[in-house]
């Protein structure tokens, strides 16, 4: 009946807005668990879904967390990092460095007077004059670019930012869709030692006592000395509310936190010879990591920062993918498609 058709819809609803910790909570209010089996839940959740999509699980949405689609293949490790793929892909490029960009306007107008000929006197006579819009775009040191057409590539994070401004302002949908997307938090802490004290495996794990978010700290350890031998290094990865946390803290804070934990497993471990940590948060040029789905907005949400403006502003990055936000895969693909509808626009009649 009508009466049980609305509660159901009340329901869906309720269950669309809920952050994915709350539906954990729900289905694990259910289970008898022992002491020992919820903390090996609660590692499994830190491990599997909040270093997986840089977010805590009270940030998630509950419906929408792990939408898209799987890729087809496994994980590699780049060795001497993604520069290799970049160097390839900006081969004869004239790319401009240190130019940061801070407004771009895409309203502007250049008028073009069109002309026909008078065949009777040879006389030439002007045509109304028609407007052709272009895109400016101004940097941090006043230089001004013009182009017939942009594709935006600043990281979901740089545009939550309000670094780079917009003129006129991006559509209504557009900045919902990037006020509700979450930008994700994954660091990783790389340390060099002068010996390898470690099991010789390419992942190991360091669990944990107490609560999810106790969980989440110094627990996901890649071997890189596995990949590459003699290196001699572990990679520590931080995800989510404790990776920002992490950044608040200077090297030396960081470093003894870091081996406090490595030397209740191994009392010998020596100090690392070398250490670097990212900080993705508080690098301007990404201010996070990666996008993240959070219970204020959908899939859809994803096709909306996917939008063009007018045949003049196009957009890509990893966000701008619903079937592969939050990986590389999704980002290059995203820029494909954005070349792609950018040229399509030069064999339109109106441009």
């Known amino acids: 009946n009508s009466n049980s058709n609305s509660n159901s819809n009340s329901n869906s609803n309720n269950i669309i807005s809920l952050p994915l910790s709350q539906l954990i909570e729900i289905a694990l209010n259910k289970m008898e668990l022992t002491l020992e089996q919820k903390n090996f839940v609660n590692f499994c959740i830190a491990e599997k879904i909040e270093f997986e999509y840089a977010a805590s699980c009270e940030d998630l949405s509950g419906l929408y967390y792990d939408h898209g689609q799987q890729l087809i293949g496994r994980d590699l490790l780049f060795p001497f990092g993604y520069c290799q793929i970049v160097k ?4 004869n490029l004239n790319i401009h460095f240190n130019s940061i960009v801070q407004h ?13 000929s008078n065949n009777s006197n040879n006389s030439i006579n002007p045509i109304n004059p028609i407007k052709k819009k272009y ?18 590539t600043l990281p979901l994070g740089v545009l939550k930012s ?15 869709a990037i006020n509700n997307l979450k930008m994700g938090l994954l660091n990783k802490c790389i340390l060099q030692f002068n010996e390898c004290f470690w099991p010789n495996t390419d ?21 890189l000395n596995y990949y590459i031998p003699s290196t001699n290094t572990l990679i520590l990865f931080l995800a989510a509310d404790f990776a920002l946390e992490a950044e608040n803290l200077n090297d030396l804070q960081l470093i003894d936190l870091i081996m ?77 498609l954005a070349a792609n509808c950018l040229i399509k626009t030069f064999f339109s009649s109106n441009n």
């Open 203 to 223: 992942f190991f794990y360091l669990i944990n006592e107490g609560s999810r978010f106790e969980k989440n700290k110094f627990s996901e350890w890649l071997n």
């Open 162 to 176: 309000n670094q780079v401004t917009f003129e006129p302002n991006l559509t209504n949908e557009k900045q919902e």
């Open 260 to 336: 406090f934990k490595i030397r209740q497993v191994w009392p010998q471990a020596p100090y690392p010879l070398k250490y670097f940590f990212t900080r993705w948060f508080a690098d301007p040029f990404s201010c996070g990591s990666y996008s993240a789905t959070t219970i204020n907005c959908s899939p859809c949400s994803f096709d909306i920062l996917a939008k063009s403006i007018d045949d003049l502003l196009f957009f890509a990055g990893e966000h701008t993918s619903k079937d592969f936000s939050a990986t590389t895969n999704g980002a290059y693909l995203s820029g494909q």
């Open 104 to 116: 771009i306007k895409y309203d502007c107008y250049d008028n073009y007077d069109l002309y026909f």
């Open 88 to 91: 390839i892909l900006a081969q």
């Open 135 to 152: 895109v400016e775009i101004r940097t941090k040191d006043n230089i001004v670019y013009r182009a017939k057409k942009v594709i935006v």
